[in-house]
């Protein structure tokens, strides 16, 4: 289930950086990479803490309502983990001299990692991630160009498709996408142990009784027994890796537009339920009343929290 699983789009992708020469940037002179990590330093953030919502700047990936998650990193080189394992008692008798310097993996030219969670369009995923890069362009347009401005090839990039097509031709498979929304165990159908049993099994018998009623000689049957036998456990491979393939359902009410609700009716009902403590009982059922027709709970665009903060503010309170 790489890339699409849960009703959400896991993105990866490496951009590669020209770092070639030097450039001028707000008046400085400084190297291409450089510039990429001074753009992704000053980018603002999400509103995610006290000081962030003292400045007031909003991540620009706030204005596109299908992310749930973005990151960009710059990668200069991989990791060094160390020698690569061997055993010792080999060493010992190869006399390997463990001081001996191994190859290590290096790079190029540094990229940017980009990692993007957002919702589908479609359960499938069809149109995706096209249809999200053509989205982010319309709405983010100037941010992406500073972003992304030494990348080799994206001088190139003149609209959304262009850039849609930059982007998913630097793209990675996900191979461990991460969703944590589902509150309760999904609904996943199982193939039939007795299904499983049954295709080899067949496989090997089969031949074994043609050979008993006396329709093909024994060796025949022994060697079609194994061959059916092997090629049955190759189904059953088949028909469990494609299983496996199928991403998990959508976890109910799990887009940003049901989550962002979800997170205004929390904080909400916390502030109603404070205001009730002294309250006579009796005045409770209209003042819940007046509560749902303020809060309009079944109508996820509005009254919401906006995207990228950390709470919201209630009706008066300043922001």
Known sequence: MPNVD??????????????????????????????VREVLETLPTALQSRPTEAIGLNSPFSRNLRTHFARLVVLDQPNFNGRAHSNALVNAIMNTNLLQG???????CPYILVMLDFDLLEPDGAGDPRSYFEELWGQMEAELKSIFQYCYGFDKVSDAAGFASYMTGCQVETTMPFHDYWWEPPKLTAISTTTLI????????????????????????????????????????????????RPFPAAPGTTLPHVLKSLYLQQAFSRFAIEQQHRDPAEWGQAFRTFLEQTRPADVEFPTQPAGVIRSHAPGEAA
């Not at 191994?102 to 190029?108: C, N, R």
Request: with cysteine; net charge negative; glycine share 10%.
């Open 102 to 108: 191994q190859p290590v993996d290096q790079i190029t």
């Open 198 to 245: 049954a295709i080899p099994a067949a496989g090997l018998l089969l031949p074994l009784i043609a050979a008993i009623i006396g329709w093909i000689g024994w060796a025949w049957a022994i060697a079609l027994a194994v061959l059916l036998l092997i090629l049955g456990l190759l189904v059953d491979y088949r028909m469990i890796m494609r299983k496996g393939a």
């Open 6 to 35: 849960v009703n959400t789009y896991f993105f990866t992708g490496v951009v590669p950086v020209c770092n070639e020469g030097i450039v001028e940037h707000d008046g400085i002179k400084s190297s291409p990479v450089h510039v």
